[in-house]
């Protein structure tokens, strides 16, 4: 219902107004898409917030320090993360440098030096489209690649890699955005001061996308510490009572951990996958952080 | 232009040889990695010297999980970690030679046992425990007392009943509301060959990989009925409510004695591991294998399974032995 007062400005503010009942149905309407939009955010808050308290309520009486620091046991109150927590880093480690310097790398071509042409177009519509490619397609290309071809077996540097190609497509696209938003003034200036090419690219271009850049990388990143599909698929281990201590070595992930505690009959069980999942959002929370700490304190630059 | 062009070569060198750096990187420390225990490549594929290569069944995992957890124990130096790639995709393993170990919920296919003789890969067969399939129905159901396998088979054939009352003129006229588990299961291959006798499951069932889903669709709902692992309905004995199997000597109900001394038939399966006979003569695998087989029983229990006959483990005992023999 309109306020009797609205309706009177609303009808001074158009002199050549339309009768009185079309005004109530645009209120009425305007009022009905506030609603849905509304019940669309209070829709997948809740759903979040379901999610939320029924895993902290079951797990949160599991998560303690021997959790963190013991291997997995049959026994559910003996289980603990600690091979998939330190094979997730040693994966980050192979992951992150790799699918950095391979993205930007290309982002950076693309954006600058590729010429205009139908092969350039080519190759940035397959990374859109490869962006958009199921992760167990990935898996696949690993086991083939750099488990069998290259014959790095089931180790860490494997999985690493598989997961660098999973998130490379968005790390390009991501970072060909960032510099893509760099003020095209920014550029000229440099290049009419004498800069040469690389000369701006490097000192003007690359700290302004810099931000961008990292935000994405590190949100790419967050996906592949999520992902279990390829590296099932490449033969990460799920039961493991030793730490990675090289590349080479076997592995195992947090979700893979996870999955496998949730199929089992008992309910301990279960309760101990909700633990592990507070330990894997800790995680993702922690990393979602330092992209905004990053941007924020690099943006601060310009 | 012509300068411009210049540039651009040079600051795409530039970009190689950052990326070459990168992949430098990854170089020295794969060489460090490698000097470091002989060959990096041989330890990741579980021919070093301490190593296990197992894979398998995602449902013998819980039994070898176990005996690893408790090998790895006593004997700290030996690293057995186990992965899940299903029964077929642990034999795909174990045929490329990558395996010492390969669990399977069922028995090796033809074409695999044609694929492993092609390979020159010898191999021994140990039954490690039993799993019964438990048939089960919602507690508030109050019809189903008991069934015969044929029942059990019209109810789960494809285009055979609709309703309760098709099976048996005395139930509900009520649609049945079928659970199964995923066709990638061994659970649901071992159905599929002995009750359906190779006919195609009702396409009105709903499949799941995950057993938990299948034990809340039926908990509630009166209608339906659902079969999974033994050690699924133990967890969830009070919310649901087993079926008797009748294979002619009357109605059985899957217990630890029914399962163990092979009266509740024909569902309980044998779930087994594979060994290579070559990684016998390998000390500590055979070491491995024989405790596997000592202690397969006992953890089987704990982790919801049936152990098999004292028998049954004796000739598997002698099986390793003579393997071992003949492997030398």
């Known amino acids: 219902m309109a306020l009797p007062e609205q309706d009177a400005a609303t009808v001074a503010d158009y002199p050549e107004v339309e009768d009185n009942s079309n005004e109530k149905k645009r209120q009425l309407k305007n009022k009905i898409f506030k609603g849905i939009f509304f019940g669309a955010v209070l829709f997948s808050l809740l759903m979040l917030l379901i999610l939320l308290v029924r895993i902290f309520t079951q797990g949160i009486g599991f998560l303690n320090w021997e959790f963190m620091t013991s291997f997995a046991s ?10 998939a927590i330190v094979g997730t880093f040693w994966m980050m480690v192979v992951t992150a440098p790799v699918a950095f310097v391979l993205g930007v790398g290309t982002a950076v071509y693309l954006e600058e030096y590729a010429p205009t042409n139908k092969f350039t177009a080519l190759i940035q519509m397959n990374i859109s489209n490869l962006a958009g490619v199921p992760s167990i397609v990935f898996g696949l290309l690993g086991l083939t690649i750099f488990v069998r071809e290259l014959s790095m077996g089931r180790s860490v540097l494997a999985g690493g890699l598989t997961m660098a190609l999973l998130i490379l497509p968005i790390i390009v696209v991501a970072s060909q955005e960032a ?7 920014m550029r000229e200036a440099s290049f009419g001061m004498g800069a040469t090419k690389w000369q701006t690219m490097f000192r003007i271009i690359f700290p302004a996308a810099l931000p961008g850049i990292l935000t994405g990388n590190i949100l790419a990143l967050s996906r592949a510490i999520g992902e279990t599909a390829p590296l099932i698929m490449i033969g990460a281990l799920t039961y493991i009572a030793f730490l990675p201590d090289n590349v080479f070595s076997q592995f195992t992930v947090m979700p893979i951990q996870i999955f496998n505690w949730t199929s089992r009959p008992q309910e301990e ?4 996958a909700a633990a592990g999942i507070i330990v894997l959002l800790a995680m993702l929370l922690l990393m979602n952080s330092i992209a905004v700490w990053i941007r924020n304190k690099f943006q601060q630059r310009f | 232009m012509r300068m411009k062009k210049g540039w651009m070569a040079l600051s795409l060198a530039g970009l190689m040889a950052v990326s070459a750096c990168g992949g430098g990187g990854e170089e020295t420390e794969e060489e460090a990695s490698g000097s470091g225990e002989g060959s990096g490549e041989e330890a990741a594929s579980g021919e070093g010297e301490n190593e296990i290569a197992i894979d398998g069944s995602s449902t013998v995992f819980p039994i070898m999980e176990a005996v690893s957890e408790e090998y790895q124990a006593e004997n700290p130096d030996i690293r057995a970690p186990i992965g899940v790639s299903g029964s077929g995709g642990g034999f795909e393993r174990f045929i490329g030679g990558e395996t010492d170990l390969s669990n399977a919920s069922r028995d090796i ?5 044609e694929q492993l003789e092609e390979a020159g890969i010898d191999y021994i067969e140990l039954p490690l425990a039993y799993d019964g399939l438990s048939v089960v129905v919602s507690q508030e159901n109050d019809f189903i007392d008991s069934l015969t396998v044929e029942e059990l088979q019209t109810i789960f054939m494809d285009g055979e009943a609709e309703t309760w009352s098709d099976v048996n003129s005395e139930w509900p006229d009520e649609p049945i509301e079928r659970f199964s588990p995923g066709t990638d299961s061994g659970t649901f291959d071992y159905f599929v060959e002995e009750v359906l006798e ?4 009702s396409r009105d069932a709903q499949l799941s990989e995950d057993d938990n889903v299948l034990v809340t669709g039926v908990q509630s709902n009166p209608n339906a009925i659902a079969y999974f692992g033994y050690a699924y309905y133990a967890e969830n004995q009070d919310s649901l409510k087993i079926v008797p199997i009748d294979n002619g000597d009357g109605p059985i109900e899957p217990t630890e004695e029914t399962i163990n001394d092979g009266t509740y038939e024909p569902l309980s399966r044998p779930l087994f591991t594979y060994v290579k006979t070559e990684s016998l003569q390998e000390e500590h695998i055979l070491d491995y294998v024989n405790f596997t087989n000592e202690n397969a029983g006992e953890l089987a229990l704990e982790v919801g399974y049936i152990n098999l006959t004292d028998e049954e483990y004796e000739e598997n005992a002698q099986m390793i032995e003579e393997a071992a023999a003949d492997a030398e």
């Open chain 2, 109 to 113: 296919e033809d074409e695999e046992v």
């Open chain 1, 269 to 272: 069980f279960h309760f101990i």
């Open chain 1, 74 to 83: 049959r026994n559910a109150d003996e289980a603990g993360i600690q091979a």
């Open chain 1, 179 to 185: 510099i893509r938003s760099v003020p095209s003034e």
């Open chain 2, 198 to 201: 190779d006919g195609d499951i």
